[in-house]
């Protein structure tokens, strides 16, 4: 059994049904090819307004579903998803211009955090002392917080919303899903296969918008926490507007991650992880490697290597078999790509690869991979998160500079250093202030039992993505203190109660 989605318009899913309530619509684009191949309602008050009681009053009999009951829907929605991957990456590469593996890749990473919240009543597990006192007992229980919202970006239109829904809902919430408005038929998709799985209908809501649909959700009494992923100005503006408004707020921003290549690495390596981590999904992930840190006398050798593989990869249409590198997901993201590359030699930069070159011509969002030298902090192709396949190399004289130069950074979402110096890289582990790590790792994305979050203006909230943390964000603690005195043991004590 497959699960359709219209071709013509995209739905929001309320209540177990598709929903096509809106009076204003937007297009949605193939990317590669630049053609409106959809239209998607945006939800006005009224649409929001439903969802939002839907998700309340099914959250009332959710929260005391059985955690054994809840567990099965996970079970189940893995195997579902698992036998109708193909389909699912088809609508991912068509919406967002991937190549038909790279949303494989997300597809599994997504699992990996079902499969995580199936195990949901071990990370639900309560804590308690017997005899705290005489007689007395104390117990701490996780109890989910209610109806919760989740906003996610274009870049990953299935995982992102798997790693923040499925552990909202193991958790005993209701969720409203405001997904990318540029690639939104995975969520709905997503939706189905949820109800497919046994999931009561209104636990799991779907509605389309844009920033006004956000405010609302923002600013919605019913509606208890934010999670959000999406570019940092966006993501002080969800926490400080969620915040303000008594909610808790998980909100991560963007990136501007490095790879540090030390002397000792293995330059043949670096030098495919580079091409890996640059210009997989056209760079238009939040832990792509924006810039490369050549450390010593190794940048023209590592730079040549770079470039001679640059050249064997091929541009075009995620849905062709062939395709290395697809379009980016809009022709503002593009023409942005195309300018900051045209402003770097100006700002003193060396353009080795110009991805403009390579481009030129095509239909569709296209920006070719570019390999960028000599970049500073200062210069546009440094400073900004170009979210494209363009890949910087920045060239300093030591590990001590290389540092120095990340931790001034005002992103800390992932670093990777190569080398093969276990001390080395113990020290960068140690000195360098950014949130995910990797050590001859270019793309440290942890597995699923662990939680996902940079530091700085990669984050706001106290909160990483997926994992423990996340069971954390979607619960609140509840402490009860007992005694059952005997009659005869009864008095009054005015006094501040003691051990």
Not at 195 to 224: F, M, S
Not at 285 to 302: E, H, K, Q, T
Not at 350 to 358: A, F, K, L, P, T
Request: with cysteine; hydrophobic share 45%.
């Amino acid at each position: 059994m497959t699960t359709a989605v219209d071709l013509q318009t995209i739905p929001h899913f309320i209540g177990g049904e598709h929903v096509r309530d809106g009076e204003r619509f937007q297009d949605v684009f193939n990317p590669a090819t630049g053609e409106v191949i959809r239209q998607l309602a945006l939800a006005d008050e009224e649409t929001l307004e439903n969802a939002i009681s839907n998700a309340a009053e099914a959250q009332k009999a959710w929260r005391r579903a059985g955690l054994a009951k809840r567990s099965q829907v996970f079970f189940k929605l893995v195997g579902i998803i698992r036998e109708e991957a193909d389909e699912l990456a088809r609508i991912i590469t068509e919406e967002h211009g991937k190549t038909i593996p790279d949303a494989h890749g997300e597809i599994a990473r997504g699992l990996e955090n079902v499969e995580f919240c199936a195990g949901l009543v071990h990370h639900l597990k309560g804590e308690s002392a017997e005899q705290v006192a005489t007689g007395v007992d104390v117990r701490q229980l996780r109890q989910p917080v209610g109806v919760v919202a989740c906003i996610t970006p274009f870049n990953f239109p299935a995982m992102v919303p798997l790693w923040m829904i499925s552990t909202a809902i193991a958790a005993g919430n209701a969720v409203i899903l405001k997904p990318s408005e540029r690639d939104p038929s995975a969520s709905v998709w997503i939706a189905d296969a949820f109800k497919r799985a046994g999931l009561p209908d209104g636990i799991l809501n779907v509605v389309h918008g844009d920033k006004d649909t956000v405010n609302r959700i923002l600013e919605h009494p019913t509606i208890q926490a934010v999670s959000f992923v999406g570019s940092t100005p966006i993501a002080k503006h969800i926490y400080s507007t969620a915040t303000s408004h008594g909610k808790r707020v998980q909100a991560l921003g963007g990136a501007k991650n490095h790879m540090v290549v030390m002397p000792d690495a293995d330059l043949d390596a670096a030098a495919d992880a580079a091409i890996s981590a640059g210009f997989g999904s056209a760079g238009q992930r939040c832990m792509a490697i924006s810039v490369v840190v050549a450390v010593g006398d190794i940048a023209d050798d590592l730079i040549s290597r770079i470039k001679d593989r640059m050249a064997d990869l091929k541009l075009g249409n995620g849905a062709d078999a062939d395709t290395d590198i697809g379009p980016l997901i809009t022709a503002q993201a593009q023409e942005r790509a195309d300018r900051i590359l045209a402003a770097a030699p100006s700002e003193g930069a060396n353009i080795v690869v110009d991805g403009r070159e390579s481009a030129a011509g095509m239909d569709g969002f296209f920006v070719g991979a570019s390999l960028v030298d000599n970049v500073k902090p200062g210069m546009q192709v440094y400073d900004e998160e170009i979210f494209a396949p363009v890949l910087s190399v920045a060239r300093v004289d030591s590990y001590n500079e290389a540092v120095e130069l990340i931790n001034a950074n005002n992103y800390a979402n992932g670093v990777a250093m190569f080398t093969r110096d276990g001390r080395t890289a113990r020290e960068f582990e140690f000195d360098i202030e950014v949130g995910m790590v990797g050590v001859n790792v270019p793309i440290p994305v942890p597995i699923g039992a662990f939680s996902f979050g940079g530091w700085k203006d990669s984050l706001f909230g106290d909160t990483h993505m997926y994992g423990p943390e996340s069971f954390n964000f979607y619960t609140r603690r509840k402490v009860t203190t007992s005694r059952w005195p005997l009659p005869s043991e009864s008095q009054i004590e005015l006094g501040f109660p003691v051990n």
